[in-house]
């Protein structure tokens, strides 16, 4: 079994939280699936939940190169120096990533609003981009764009390999076809 589930803004990828935090389980009453892979607390977007663990380690294993695509709202107007660093690969104190795929782009039109709303600075502008990326390091893409001088305020997961968020409302998920 494979569900899709467009997670919302503020919700753990697991379904327990001694903290009283939202999780996986106010979201998902199907048993005996598990997530492959994360998705942090403050980002958003495509989370896939299988009880299919050769599925898990296709999709989490870094050697398999599964792409995973990105929407990131980031602080400032992106450059094209920097789209090119993203996809030469950004030095990290843990090493170099692979290169990117990476665009600037309009914000998305089938966004839903976040709730809380990102912060907003009066005289500084806010951009788009789409990365593609083929590794899944800790808060990677965060990483890249504040490397670069973009700070990311909003990230939203839009694919991993052939599945997307298309026709999934947020904090909801469908059954997915292998």
Not at 6 to 33: H, M, S, W
Not at 62 to 84: F, H, L
Not at 115 to 124: F, Y
Request: net charge positive; aromatic share 6%.
């Amino acid at each position: 079994m494979i569900l899709l589930f467009n997670k919302p803004f503020d919700v753990l990828c697991q379904f327990t939280d001694e903290q009283g935090r939202k999780t996986l389980a106010d979201y998902i009453k199907q048993k005996n699936v598990y997530a492959a892979g994360r998705l942090d607390r403050d980002s958003e977007g495509l989370l896939i939940l299988t009880d299919d663990g050769q599925l898990q380690h296709e999709i989490t294993d870094p050697n398999n190169k599964m792409q995973k695509t990105y929407w990131a709202q980031v602080e400032g107007e992106i450059t094209d120096k920097a789209i090119s660093q993203l996809k030469a690969g950004i030095e990290l104190k843990d090493g170099k990533t692979r290169p990117a795929k990476a665009k600037k782009i309009p914000e998305p039109e089938n966004l839903w609003p976040r709730v809380p709303p990102i912060r907003e600075r009066k005289h500084i502008p806010t951009s788009w981009l789409e990365l593609s990326i083929t590794e899944g390091r800790n808060r990677q893409v965060r990483r890249m764009t504040a490397t670069i001088g973009f700070p990311t305020l909003r990230l939203v997961r839009y694919s991993i390999g052939k599945w997307t968020i298309n026709n999934i409302n947020n904090g909801s998920h469908i059954v997915a076809e292998k």
